[in-house]
């Protein structure tokens, strides 16, 4: 190869070399790591595909349920930069709420038998219906009171919305006590469907919240790019002074969103406490779970909401059936090694973009 | 506008002085009281409860704490009004509907009785913080609680240095915290977790013919114990346990676990814990089926609360517990119109291990300071002499202490049944009592074997416990 | 400029200080055991871990919510290493898990450092409360290294013997490590490395033009941050006498964290007055019947208030008055002293949270 010519065109030679060898190290170990649990997770599910199917249906829909909190903090932090630490605990109030209300409607029945559920569909919606909304508005207040006033100041604002998730969560377990109980599915959702080209049975509502997932991520797409207001949304993530400038009520905009993410919230606090259940250790573990998925995902990106959801939702389930016998207490070590992974290569998750 | 620098400076000074004056006052007050300083402090010499031999009237500090905070809150109502109701029921008066509020005008042996409020968190952290206020800085005579399985191994550690006040067990129940522990002031007026279960592996060898079982269990202390009583009696009779699945405390998602056990196992023992118990069922139901001919459960599966969340999923299922609600012997139906007209709002829970535990402990302090006549001389070595040897006759059958100051007491063997009193839940039906079941389950356990974990008790053929079909019961 | 008001003015800020230690010297002789254990020697170590957090916040501009993580690992690894009831079966001198332990907390920190160290303000924030979090429940899961039930009657060094009978030792040690912590941070300060951490925080692209490390600065921070919590780790191990996942939940990384900001997150001094406020309201709410159970409520609400109206904490406020002082002194607004020379005017040019 001629001087000129291999000057000339940059090739994958030269290409390796312009890369610092501490990266290129990075890369390589990271290459490493997938493939090899992509092998052992091969060979587990050639092993007994029964299971597989199964723990990856686990896995799906637990995606998908992360997936629908997540994207509320993710909208809230993209737009106006305010990491809300409350966000756990709305999904808990939301979900003790639902609770309540339910429990007055159906007299008490439903909660109480759920092998053989007395909810109406109604019983089930009005509870839904109602929490988001409530939930929602405290998030709005929270907005309004606390936040407006300081935006750019982001620790401070992390601090303030640390106390209240304090307080909410100090409330809420002085109201609602401390056992954890279960919303009840309405009658008119079957408890278990049979999976096609097999003799298995899946839980019904796990389904349907994964497909609410899928729904929620599609309007949410949606609205980002299609309605002026997400046209706004976007605008005033890439330049908020701007964006006031041109005379738009950026305020409102702030407002709205707030509201949505802690919708969305609660929404991700009923579908929780439908399909698993409702309990106060849930502020911890579900911020946790929206901290993970957006750092995995980027700050402020959807489509990184729906991967992170993902990538956490299989590693949960997978990493609890297929560690070796004896070692699935250290399940929580895959997930904090997933983190390493995706930090190595990518600091600021997979879609990020610098602030 | 200006004085002169010299009086504006002294008036300055002044200013501070005064400030950090008053700041090094209200920080001295709230430290309590200059003790003479060589760090002797003596939380039970200087109360009442007659140092001096039979000072009558002396009055008594009891401080009683369950949990507040944490998984458990909601039984601290169930808790207090077991505590309390042995003093209502020698003249005592309720506060208000609320137990927690305490009592008025107690009396134990002509001792006035003044009730300390304490409470914790289920962390053994929180748990001997506690015991430490109330023991140190309360200066209560006599303490009560706590309340979950890892707080009471810490409390009893710590009722060692404290030799002169004496620890009554609230419900607390790993087996380690008297098997182990053995602290010489610590009584524990109740079976542990271990104990609870006597009766199941002889149920689920020989009647319901199990050979192969799996057992699933919270990975923390207390199912430890409930799966080790399981599987000592299960496997001493020649059963096999050929798995057990220990999901992460605090998860709750149980699909990938229930997924992993084997579709063609005789059956299983279920030792999940409070919160876990109600997602397990109900998950377990959507991905296998009906729980009630595969499964038999630990505690939680028969306290009212977790019955009333279960319902007719669990209808059928065998479980075992030291309580039996459908009791009707005397004692019991007495016991119960006494909570009834007590505290209303707690009738019916009278069999809630929350209630008879703490009910249990404080009528044993009553008996035995009854006994002495309330003489706490001398690190109350009377009381804890009359509390090592008391028959304590309570509503569900006698309870006696072992070397260790543990109970002996009757097991009830239970299947939850439909619904026969009409309030929507779940009734249970005491298919037997095991007489006076003890702590080591025949050998099986003691100080020396090593404590209940993820792989201990193994799983061996050995001498079955005496209330067995093949160990001579019945 | 009136050098007898500044030396005033430096006398007003650090009187109160140094009663407060000469106080705190005699203390056996003033308070019970009982306070002086459960009230001040958990203040004091309390303090050791929001030093670590405001030594991160303030000089390097590193806000983390993992000191108390860190600190757990230090103080499980020394538990385990020694003869206690839970854990491992290991049985080593108590100095040298001691020593271990520091090495496995210092270890930690370096490795998370690492891995956040191009994550900056609020994002590096996120990563350590999710690593925290993930910590406590490691320790919850893993049983043989811990569970649920912890690691009880955990042996410790002769000197510290038993901190129920003889608190005194332990209150000795306690102190002694929070003034070398305090004295230390202050030297650092002043140190090439310690005004390279300054730098960064101040603005790390001038200091990457300028040709530092950044990143490495920013991970040896870290770990020396790691060092100061695991201090706090060990000696929180020996004043419980056992270790739990409890011991280091979210709650009680949030309790750090409110103690920073109570005390003044960006002066050193506010680790130690945030911590006596916090153990002082503690003990002190307890007894009360009307608050008892809601505590956290009442943390949570005076923390919102220090939030909303004086983001100095306590310590700014100290400062406010300080200044109003020192004005009055020399009869009009002091011209503010310049150069190395301003130590408090140093904590004074707090950067902005953002």
């Given at each position: 190869?001629?001087?000129?010519?291999?000057?000339?065109?940059?090739d994958?030679?030269?290409?390796?070399?312009?890369?610092?060898?501490?990266?290129?190290?990075?890369?390589?170990?990271?290459t490493?790591?997938?493939?090899?649990?992509a092998?052992?997770?091969a060979?587990?599910?050639?092993?007994?595909?029964?299971?597989?199917?199964?723990?990856?249906?686990?896995?799906?829909?637990?995606a998908?349920l992360?997936?629908v909190?997540?994207?509320?903090?993710?909208?809230?932090f993209?737009?106006?930069?305010v990491?809300?630490?409350?966000?756990?605990?709305?999904?808990?109030?939301?979900?003790?709420?639902?609770l309540?209300?339910q429990?007055?409607?159906?007299?008490?029945?439903?909660?109480?038998?759920?092998?053989?559920?007395?909810?109406?569909?109604?019983?089930?919606?009005?509870?839904l219906?109602?929490?988001?909304l409530?939930?929602?508005?405290?998030?709005?207040v929270m907005?309004q009171?606390?936040?407006?006033?300081?935006?750019?100041?982001?620790?401070?604002?992390?601090?303030?919305?640390?106390?209240i998730?304090?307080i909410i969560a100090?409330?809420?377990?002085?109201?609602?006590g401390?056992?954890?109980?279960?919303?009840?599915?309405?009658?008119?959702?079957p408890?278990?469907v049979?999976?096609p080209?097999s003799?298995?049975?899946?839980?019904?509502?796990?389904?349907?919240?994964?497909?609410?997932?899928?729904?929620v991520?599609?309007a949410?797409?949606?609205?980002?790019?299609?309605?002026?207001?997400?046209?706004?949304?976007?605008?005033?993530?890439?330049?908020?002074?701007?964006?006031s400038?041109?005379?738009?009520?950026?305020?409102?905009?702030?407002a709205?969103?707030?509201?949505?993410g802690?919708?969305?919230?609660?929404?991700?606090?009923?579908?929780?406490?439908?399909?698993?259940s409702?309990?106060k250790?849930?502020?911890?573990?579900y911020?946790?779970?929206?901290?993970?998925?957006?750092?995995?995902?980027g700050?402020g990106?959807?489509?990184g909401?729906?991967?992170g959801?993902?990538?956490?939702?299989?590693?949960?389930?997978?990493?609890?059936?297929?560690?070796?016998?004896?070692y699935?207490?250290?399940?929580?070590?895959l997930?904090?090694?997933?983190?390493?992974l995706?930090?190595?290569?990518?600091p600021?998750?997979?879609?990020?973009?610098?602030? | 506008?200006?004085?002169?620098?010299?009086?504006?400076?002294?008036?300055?000074?002044?200013l501070?002085?005064?400030?950090?004056?008053?700041?090094?006052?209200?920080?001295?007050?709230?430290?309590?009281?200059?003790?003479?300083?060589d760090?002797?402090a003596?939380?039970?010499?200087?109360t009442?409860?007659?140092t001096?031999?039979?000072?009558?009237?002396?009055p008594i500090?009891?401080?009683?704490?369950?949990?507040n905070?944490?998984?458990?809150?909601?039984?601290?109502g169930?808790?207090?009004?077991?505590?309390?109701?042995?003093?209502?029921?020698?003249?005592?008066?309720?506060?208000?509907?609320?137990?927690?509020?305490?009592?008025?005008?107690?009396t134990?042996?002509?001792?006035p009785?003044?009730?300390?409020?304490?409470?914790?968190?289920?962390?053994?952290?929180?748990?001997?913080?506690?015991a430490?206020?109330?023991?140190?800085?309360e200066?209560?005579d006599i303490?009560?609680g706590?309340?979950?399985?890892?707080?009471?191994?810490?409390?009893?550690?710590?009722?060692?240095?404290q030799?002169?006040?004496?620890?009554?067990?609230?419900?607390?129940?790993?087996?380690?915290t008297?098997?182990?522990?053995?602290s010489p002031?610590?009584?524990?007026?109740?079976?542990?977790?271990?104990?609870?279960?006597?009766g199941?592996?002889d149920?689920?060898?020989?009647?319901?013919?199990?050979r192969n079982?799996?057992?699933i269990?919270?990975?923390?202390?207390?199912p430890?114990?409930?799966?080790?009583?399981?599987?000592?009696?299960?496997?001493?009779?020649?059963?096999?346990?050929t798995?057990?699945?220990?999901?992460?405390?605090?998860?709750?998602?149980?699909?990938?676990?229930?997924?992993?056990?084997?579709?063609d196992?005789?059956?299983?023992?279920?030792?999940v814990?409070?919160?876990?118990?109600?997602?397990?069922v109900?998950?377990?139901?959507?991905?296998?089926g009906?729980?009630?001919?595969k499964?038999?459960?630990?505690?939680?599966?028969?306290?009212p609360?977790?019955?009333?969340?279960?319902?007719?999923?669990?209808v059928?299922?065998?479980?075992?517990?030291?309580?039996?609600?459908d009791?009707?012997?005397?004692?019991?139906?007495?016991?119960?119109?006494?909570?009834?007209?007590a505290?209303?709002e707690?009738?019916?829970?009278?069999?809630?291990?929350?209630?008879?535990?703490?009910?249990?402990?404080?009528?044993?302090?009553?008996?035995a300071?009854e006994?002495?006549?309330g003489?706490?001389?001398?690190?109350?070595?009377?009381?804890?002499?009359?509390?090592?040897?008391?028959e304590l006759?309570?509503?569900?059958?006698?309870?006696?202490?072992?070397?260790?100051?543990q109970?002996?007491?009757?097991?009830?063997l239970?299947?939850?049944?439909?619904d026969?009193?009409?309030?929507?839940?779940?009734?249970?039906?005491?298919l037997?009592?095991?007489?006076?079941?003890?702590?080591?389950f025949?050998?099986?356990?003691?100080p020396?074997?090593?404590?209940?974990?993820?792989?201990?008790?193994?799983?061996?053929?050995?001498?079955?416990?005496?209330?067995?079909e093949?160990?001579?019961?019945? | 400029?009136?050098?007898?008001?500044?030396?005033?003015?430096?006398?007003?800020w650090?009187?109160?200080?140094i009663?407060?230690?000469?106080?705190?010297?005699?203390?056996?002789l003033?308070?019970?055991?009982?306070?002086?254990?459960q009230?001040?020697?958990?203040?004091?170590?309390?303090?050791?871990a929001a030093?670590?957090?405001?030594?991160?916040a303030?000089?390097?501009?590193?806000?983390?919510?993992?000191?108390v993580?860190?600190?757990?690992?230090?103080?499980?690894?020394?538990?385990?290493?020694?003869?206690?009831?839970?854990?491992?079966?290991i049985?080593?001198?108590?100095?040298?898990?001691?020593?271990?332990?520091?090495?496995?907390?210092?270890?930690a920190?370096?490795?998370?450092?690492?891995i956040?160290?191009r994550?900056?303000?609020?994002?590096?924030?996120?990563?350590?409360?999710?690593?925290?979090?993930?910590?406590?429940?490691?320790?919850?899961?893993v049983?043989?290294?811990?569970?649920?039930?912890g690691?009880?009657?955990?042996?410790?060094?002769?000197?510290?013997?038993?901190?129920?009978?003889?608190?005194?030792n332990?209150f000795?040690?306690?102190l002694?490590?929070?003034?070398?912590?305090?004295l230390?941070?202050?030297?650092?300060?002043?140190?090439?490395?310690?005004?390279?951490?300054?730098?960064?925080?101040?603005?790390?692209?001038?200091?990457?033009?300028?040709?530092?490390?950044?990143?490495?600065?920013?991970?040896?921070?870290?770990g020396?941050?790691?060092?100061?919590?695991s201090f706090?780790?060990?000696?929180s191990?020996?004043?419980?006498?056992?270790i739990?996942?409890?011991?280091?939940?979210?709650?009680?990384?949030?309790?750090?964290?409110?103690?920073?900001?109570?005390?003044?997150?960006?002066?050193?001094?506010?680790?130690?007055?945030?911590?006596?406020?916090?153990?002082?309201?503690?003990?002190?709410?307890?007894?009360?019947d009307?608050?008892?159970?809601?505590?956290?409520?009442?943390?949570?609400?005076?923390?919102?208030a220090?939030?909303?109206?004086s983001?100095?904490?306590?310590?700014?406020?100290?400062q406010?008055?300080?200044?109003?002082?020192g004005?009055?002194?020399?009869?009009g607004?002091?011209?503010r002293?310049?150069?190395?020379?301003?130590?408090?005017?140093?904590a004074t040019?707090?950067?902005?949270?953002s």
């Amino acid at each position: 190869m001629s001087e000129a010519a291999s000057a000339a065109a940059p090739d994958w030679r030269s290409r390796l070399v312009a890369v610092p060898a501490g990266t290129l190290a990075l890369r390589a170990a990271v290459t490493v790591v997938v493939a090899f649990v992509a092998v052992w997770v091969a060979y587990k599910a050639y092993g007994d595909p029964r299971t597989f199917v199964i723990v990856g249906l686990n896995g799906l829909t637990l995606a998908g349920l992360y997936f629908v909190v997540a994207s509320g903090f993710t909208l809230i932090f993209g737009l106006m930069r305010v990491v809300n630490m409350a966000h756990g605990s709305l999904y808990m109030l939301a979900g003790f709420f639902a609770l309540e209300l339910q429990t007055t409607l159906t007299g008490g029945e439903a909660t109480s038998a759920f092998g053989s559920s007395q909810a109406g569909l109604g019983d089930w919606i009005i509870p839904l219906v109602v929490a988001c909304l409530a939930v929602g508005l405290i998030g709005l207040v929270m907005q309004q009171l606390f936040l407006r006033w300081n935006q750019g100041q982001e620790l401070r604002q992390a601090l303030i919305t640390i106390a209240i998730g304090i307080i909410i969560a100090d409330q809420t377990l002085a109201h609602f006590g401390g056992i954890a109980e279960s919303l009840a599915a309405p009658d008119a959702f079957p408890e278990s469907v049979h999976l096609p080209f097999s003799d298995l049975t899946y839980p019904f509502f796990r389904i349907f919240v994964l497909l609410v997932a899928v729904a929620v991520g599609l309007a949410l797409w949606a609205m980002i790019q299609r309605t002026r207001f997400g046209m706004i949304v976007r605008a005033g993530v890439d330049d908020r002074q701007m964006v006031s400038a041109l005379g738009i009520n950026i305020q409102l905009v702030f407002a709205s969103a707030f509201f949505l993410g802690a919708m969305l919230a609660g929404l991700g606090g009923v579908l929780g406490g439908t399909m698993i259940s409702v309990d106060k250790a849930n502020d911890t573990q579900y911020l946790l779970i929206s901290l993970i998925v957006v750092i995995i995902g980027g700050m402020g990106s959807l489509a990184g909401a729906a991967l992170g959801a993902l990538a956490l939702g299989l590693v949960d389930s997978f990493g609890d059936v297929y560690l070796p016998a004896g070692y699935t207490n250290y399940s929580i070590l895959l997930i904090f090694g997933l983190l390493v992974l995706v930090l190595a290569v990518r600091p600021l998750g997979l879609f990020g973009r610098p602030a | 506008m200006r004085g002169t620098t010299e009086g504006r400076r002294a008036r300055l000074w002044a200013l501070l002085a005064v400030l950090v004056l008053v700041i090094g006052a209200t920080v001295a007050a709230c430290g309590g009281d200059d003790d003479g300083g060589d760090g002797e402090a003596t939380p039970t010499t200087d109360t009442g409860g007659g140092t001096d031999g039979e000072a009558t009237g002396e009055p008594i500090k009891i401080g009683v704490f369950a949990n507040n905070e944490g998984a458990f809150a909601p039984f601290e109502g169930q808790t207090w009004g077991g505590a309390m109701l042995p003093l209502i029921n020698r003249g005592a008066t309720p506060v208000s509907g609320d137990p927690t509020d305490g009592v008025e005008n107690a009396t134990i042996a002509g001792h006035p009785i003044e009730i300390v409020y304490g409470g914790s968190d289920s962390t053994p952290d929180k748990a001997v913080e506690e015991a430490r206020r109330l023991v140190e800085q309360e200066q209560v005579d006599i303490l009560v609680g706590p309340l979950s399985g890892s707080e009471g191994i810490a409390v009893a550690n710590y009722s060692k240095e404290q030799p002169g006040v004496t620890f009554v067990n609230g419900i607390s129940g790993a087996q380690d915290t008297t098997l182990k522990v053995r602290s010489p002031n610590f009584f524990r007026f109740h079976n542990d977790g271990t104990q609870w279960t006597a009766g199941l592996g002889d149920y689920a060898y020989n009647e319901l013919g199990w050979r192969n079982v799996v057992t699933i269990g919270d990975d923390y202390d207390f199912p430890y114990s409930q799966i080790a009583g399981f599987v000592a009696e299960f496997c001493s009779l020649g059963g096999n346990v050929t798995e057990r699945l220990w999901p992460p405390l605090g998860e709750e998602d149980y699909s990938s676990y229930i997924t992993q056990i084997p579709e063609d196992v005789d059956g299983f023992f279920m030792g999940v814990g409070g919160t876990g118990t109600v997602a397990f069922v109900k998950q377990y139901g959507q991905l296998r089926g009906n729980l009630a001919d595969k499964i038999m459960g630990g505690i939680f599966m028969t306290d009212p609360v977790i019955l009333e969340e279960l319902g007719d999923q669990v209808v059928g299922v065998v479980t075992a517990g030291m309580t039996a609600g459908d009791s009707q012997e005397p004692a019991y139906l007495e016991y119960t119109s006494q909570i009834e007209s007590a505290y209303p709002e707690l009738a019916g829970t009278g069999s809630s291990v929350f209630f008879y535990g703490y009910y249990t402990a404080m009528e044993a302090i009553a008996q035995a300071l009854e006994q002495v006549e309330g003489d706490l001389s001398d690190d109350h070595t009377a009381l804890n002499d009359a509390l090592a040897n008391l028959e304590l006759d309570a509503p569900l059958g006698t309870i006696r202490l072992d070397e260790n100051r543990q109970a002996i007491m009757d097991n009830f063997l239970q299947q939850i049944v439909e619904d026969q009193t009409g309030d929507g839940v779940p009734d249970v039906q005491t298919l037997k009592t095991i007489p006076e079941v003890d702590q080591t389950f025949a050998g099986a356990f003691s100080p020396e074997t090593p404590s209940p974990d993820r792989t201990n008790p193994p799983c061996e053929k050995g001498t079955p416990p005496p209330w067995t079909e093949q160990g001579g019961g019945g | 400029m009136n050098r007898s008001a500044l030396t005033m003015e430096r006398l007003f800020w650090w009187g109160p200080g140094i009663l407060f230690a000469l106080i705190l010297l005699v203390a056996p002789l003033l308070f019970t055991d009982f306070y002086l254990s459960q009230v001040i020697t958990k203040a004091l170590w309390l303090g050791i871990a929001a030093a670590s957090l405001i030594f991160l916040a303030a000089y390097v501009g590193m806000v983390s919510l993992g000191q108390v993580a860190l600190y757990g690992i230090a103080g499980f690894t020394m538990a385990n290493l020694v003869e206690a009831d839970g854990g491992s079966p290991i049985a080593w001198n108590p100095w040298l898990a001691t020593g271990v332990g520091i090495l496995a907390a210092v270890g930690a920190g370096l490795f998370i450092g690492a891995i956040a160290s191009r994550s900056y303000g609020i994002y590096f924030l996120m990563i350590t409360l999710a690593v925290g979090v993930l910590t406590f429940y490691f320790f919850a899961q893993v049983t043989q290294l811990s569970g649920f039930g912890g690691v009880n009657n955990v042996t410790r060094p002769g000197i510290v013997s038993n901190p129920v009978t003889d608190p005194q030792n332990l209150f000795y040690i306690a102190l002694g490590v929070s003034a070398v912590v305090f004295l230390f941070v202050r030297y650092l300060a002043r140190t090439p490395f310690g005004l390279a951490l300054q730098g960064v925080r101040d603005d790390p692209s001038r200091m990457r033009a300028l040709g530092y490390n950044v990143p490495l600065l920013r991970m040896l921070a870290f770990g020396l941050g790691a060092l100061i919590a695991s201090f706090a780790g060990i000696i929180s191990v020996w004043w419980n006498t056992r270790i739990s996942p409890g011991s280091i939940d979210l709650s009680r990384t949030i309790d750090v964290l409110v103690i920073a900001v109570i005390g003044g997150l960006y002066r050193l001094e506010g680790a130690w007055v945030g911590a006596f406020v916090f153990a002082a309201l503690d003990n002190w709410t307890r007894g009360l019947d009307i608050v008892g159970q809601r505590f956290n409520t009442v943390i949570g609400a005076i923390f919102l208030a220090i939030v909303l109206l004086s983001p100095g904490g306590l310590m700014g406020i100290w400062q406010t008055i300080v200044d109003f002082f020192g004005r009055q002194l020399s009869g009009g607004p002091p011209a503010r002293p310049t150069g190395a020379a301003g130590e408090a005017q140093h904590a004074t040019d707090s950067p902005q949270p953002s």
